[in-house]
């Protein structure tokens, strides 16, 4: 069975958490109330894609071959100050009754700040070693050189060399993950947009589903 995220991102605004990256809150209320009628246009932090090398170091979740690299954190649960309207939603999901064949199981929810997501340093080029295919890995180092962003294949040197007998080992500079580095420079705008001062001021929030 295949897994899912939600992930929404707030920014702490005037005292209080609200979801900056989807609904609209009206202008010259204190309280910043939310309505349902009307959005901001969507931001996808990740693009909507099943990325399970992006939830193993999100969360842990869906363990692969980057196992050498650990989660940035363990989960922590919601943050019992979230935005109200994504409780909301989390809480309306739970509440669905689903058949015995969908079997719908939400777990591993948590929360991370920019400065968490920054200081992994897994947004970054990186030093990175394992097994490659080596005409994907030639292919990288042309994206690279070229100045473009290439998110190489790669399996860690965690792994045993007799179950990728047609790779090669390699040690490179690249980007581990590049769902995450483009999550981070859209918190980045987000953050700009907002006028938030801090990386501790802007935060996703996030749970799966499977």
Known sequence: MGCDITLYCEGYVRGKWINIDQWYRTDGTAEYMVTKSNGFDYIDLIEGKRDYELFYLLAGVKNNEKSGYRPISSPKGLPPDMDQLIGEQYENWYDVVFTEEENINFHH?????????????????????????????????????????????????????????????????GYLNLNLTNMISKMEQLKQEKNLQDDEEIRIVFWFDN
């Open 109 to 173: 929810a948590s929360y991370l700040t920019l400065k968490e997501l920054k200081e992994s340093g897994y947004g970054d080029v990186m030093p990175l070693k394992g097994w490659v295919n080596k005409e994907e890995f030639d292919k990288h180092e042309e994206w690279m050189k070229d100045g473009q962003k290439y998110q190489l294949f790669f399996v860690d040197d965690t792994q045993s060399k007799m179950r990728y007998e047609e790779m090669i080992f390699k040690e490179w500079n």
